[in-house]
């Protein structure tokens, strides 16, 4: 089984509706994290969270919001979805305990979300 | 703040030829992380550089830290279609975020 998971895998919707992702992790890391990929572009990061308390802005938070419900689960919302919005979503996770971690992120299998 | 560039940002190479990936950041970063993604697909970790001098290699893939001119390299030794993939390097300067670059598209042709 997958240790990163994210649902939908890919969704089309028109402009000016709600879109909930969802992330899933079974890795038990502390930190989580939503990027968007938009081609040339590489990740650009959206939120991060450091545990279940912790909600940080990445570069580009307009027009999302994130939930963070448990250590092992990280939600992104998009209020009211617009078309530049459209792109491929990748949740992440990353931990930092213990000696030796190198601390890489493990990403999620991505969703695709095309906004109309 | 950190900035990441990669080139090129398209290789098209041939099978059974060498080529080099440059990676290049701006300030101070810990440590610096190469990934490769399969179109359509995740990304999946290469390699973990962690200091100076550092070099990995897993298969016909090498991978290099110069700390010192904040450049790393991803070697490619005799292609072979299967790398085909777009390699992403990222750094991640102490107590902040990993920040990635623009990514390389490679195609190895027969």
């Known amino acids: 089984d997958a240790d990163v998971t994210q649902t939908p895998r890919n969704r089309i919707t028109k402009t000016g509706k709600r879109i909930m992702l969802e992330c899933s992790q079974t890795?038990?890391?502390?930190?989580m994290y939503w990027y968007r990929q938009d081609p040339g572009l590489g990740l650009r990061l959206i939120y991060y969270?450091?545990?279940?308390?912790?909600?940080n802005k990445g570069e580009i938070s307009d027009g999302y919001s994130v939930s963070r419900q448990a250590q092992a689960k990280f939600s992104l919302s998009l209020e009211s979805a617009i078309p530049n919005q459209t792109a491929l979503y990748f949740c992440a996770t990353s931990d930092i305990r213990g000696t030796g971690v190198h601390n890489e992120q493990f990403f999620g299998p991505g969703t695709r979300l095309t906004v109309l | 703040e950190l900035k990441v560039e990669q080139n090129p940002l398209f290789l098209s190479m041939q099978e059974g030829k060498n080529y080099t990936i440059y990676c290049n950041y701006s300030?101070?970063?810990?440590?610096l992380y190469w990934y490769r993604q399969d179109p359509g697909k995740s990304l999946e970790s290469l390699f973990v550089?962690?200091?100076?001098?550092a070099v990995k290699q897993e298969g016909r893939l090498m991978a290099s830290l110069d700390t010192k001119a904040r450049l790393s390299t991803l070697h490619i030794t005799a292609a072979v279609h299967d790398l085909s993939a777009t390699y992403f390097c990222a750094g991640r300067p102490e107590g902040q975020n990993f920040v990635f670059g623009p990514g390389t598209r490679l195609s190895v042709l027969p």
């Open positions: 969270s450091f545990d279940v308390k912790d909600i």
């Open positions: 550089l962690l200091s100076n001098g």
């Open positions: 300030t101070t970063s810990d440590r």
């Open positions: 890795k038990g890391h502390d930190r």
